[in-house]
């Protein structure tokens, strides 16, 4: 494998407050849309779907295919141009339970 082991966890901070733990065991599916302003990506867990939006976020997508990412933690927006310039930028983590899961 080199130098990247992968990972079985995924940790996503939706907020300073709280985050979710998600096993790369359970990611039944992955979707990257490139926009004009925003991409998107949206991943279903076999109890959630998750939907990432941000930019520049191809290399964070191919990095979760590698299962190379620990955590993924949005960025305030205070701090939004800089990190933008230097690469990918997470604005917003949504994760809803999907119907009968909790």
Excluded: C, W
């Amino acid at each position: 494998m080199g130098e990247n082991v992968p990972v079985d966890g995924l940790r996503l901070e939706v907020n300073p407050e709280s985050f979710y733990l998600l096993s790369y065991h359970h990611l039944e599916f992955g979707k990257f849309e490139s926009g004009k302003d925003r991409d998107v990506l949206a991943l279903a867990f076999t109890g959630h779907q998750v939907r990432i939006v941000g930019r520049n976020l191809r290399e964070l997508a191919v990095a979760l295919q590698k299962r190379a990412v620990e955590a993924i933690i949005p960025m305030p927006n205070r701090y939004s141009a800089a990190a933008s310039a230097q690469g990918g930028l997470v604005e917003v983590i949504e994760v809803q339970a999907k119907i009968g899961n909790t």
